[in-house]
C-alpha cells in the first residue's frame, strides 16, 4: 500500500443511532432516509437554501471522522460540523469545501477545466473530514451549496463514528475489485444485449496479518457479533489525495463472517472482504 497511513474502518455509526432533526426537506424525502434502515430513498431539500441537520444521541459516543456519501454537493459547497456535548460545543470545524480539486500531475491542461473538481466525475462521491477524538450527545451539520445546479441538495448517507486503525497495517496485495452484476445476451438477430449492468460495486480484501490483542478485542465487540449485516465505512488510503482516496473510500458490508487464526504468542491475523452496500 503506497503513501498511505493505516486503514480506517468506522465500525459503529453513531449518526444512524442519533434522532434526527432538519430544517427543511423535500416531499417524500425525509432525513432519516440518511440512517441506516435499507431505505430505497435519499435525502432530499426543498431547495438550495442551507440545510440544518440536528441530532441527539441517546447513549453519548466517541467521534472523530465524517462522511457524507452519495451527495450531489457541487464544488463550490460547504460543510460545517458541530459536535455538542451536555455542556456545549466541544469543537467545530468551521466552513469546510467540498469540492475535490484534481490534484497537479493529474489536471489535463486543455481537456480539465481551471480548478476542476472530482464532484462531477465519480458516480458515488464522498466527502470527508476528521477531527480530534470527541465525546458527545449530539451534533449540528450545517450543508451550504447556493448554486447547486441541480436546485436542490441529495445526501445518501452519513457517517459519524470512531475509526479503528489497527497498530499495523494491511499487508500488501490489497486487492480493490469493481464487481458488475451484468450479463451479456445475444437477441435473435445476434445483438448483443447487457442486462443489470452498469452500477460495479466496490469489493476489498486485505489481510491483518499483526493483530495484537487491544486490535482484535475491538473488532469482535464492534463487527464480528454483529457479522455481515453491519454497515462499515471504509478508508482503504486515509493519507492520499485526489482519485486514490475518494475511489479507496466507500460504505460497505463484510462479504462473510469474521474469523481470525492464533499464529504466534499475543498475536492474531484475519482477512476482512467487505463489499459496498
Do not use: C
Amino acid at each position: 500500500m503506497s503513501r498511505t497511513e493505516h486503514i480506517r474502518l468506522v465500525l459503529d455509526n453513531a449518526y444512524d443511532a442519533a434522532s434526527l432533526a432538519v430544517n427543511q426537506a423535500a416531499p417524500g424525502t425525509p432525513i432519516e432516509n440518511t440512517q441506516r434502515d435499507d431505505r430505497a430513498e435519499v435525502y432530499r431539500s426543498a431547495d438550495t437554501s442551507t440545510i440544518i441537520i440536528e441530532g441527539t444521541l441517546a447513549a453519548g459516543a466517541f467521534v472523530d471522522n465524517l462522511y457524507i456519501l452519495r451527495h450531489n454537493l457541487s464544488a463550490t459547497g460547504t460543510i460545517r460540523l458541530v459536535l455538542l456535548d451536555a455542556s456545549g460545543e466541544p469543537w467545530e470545524s468551521g466552513q469546510r469545501p467540498t469540492g475535490e480539486i484534481i490534484p497537479a500531475g493529474v489536471w489535463r491542461a486543455g481537456i480539465d477545466a481551471f480548478g476542476a473538481t472530482y464532484n462531477d466525475k465519480l458516480r458515488d462521491p464522498v466527502a470527508m473530514m476528521e477531527f480530534p477524538i470527541t465525546a458527545i450527545t449530539g451534533f449540528r451539520l450545517e450543508i451550504n451549496d447556493p448554486g447547486n445546479a441541480d436546485g436542490a441538495i441529495d445526501i445518501g448517507r452519513v457517517v459519524l463514528g470512531l475509526a479503528f486503525v489497527a497498530e499495523f497495517n494491511a499487508s500488501y496485495d490489497l486487492i480493490v475489485d469493481w464487481p458488475d452484476r451484468a450479463q451479456h445476451e445475444y437477441s435473435a438477430g445476434q445483438t448483443l444485449r447487457t442486462i443489470n449492468g452498469g452500477n460495479p460495486r466496490r469489493q476489498t480484501t486485505f489481510n491483518l496479518d499483526w493483530l495484537y490483542t487491544a486490535d482484535r478485542a475491538r473488532l469482535l465487540e464492534e463487527l464480528a457479533q454483529r457479522g455481515m449485516i453491519a454497515d462499515v465505512f471504509v478508508d482503504l488510503y486515509p493519507a492520499s489525495t485526489g482519485i486514490e482516496r475518494l475511489t479507496g473510500a466507500f460504505l460497505g458490508r463484510m462479504t462473510e463472517g469474521y474469523s481470525d487464526a492464533h499464529y504466534m504468542p499475543r498475536v492474531r491475523k484475519t482477512t476482512l472482504s467487505f463489499i459496498e452496500v
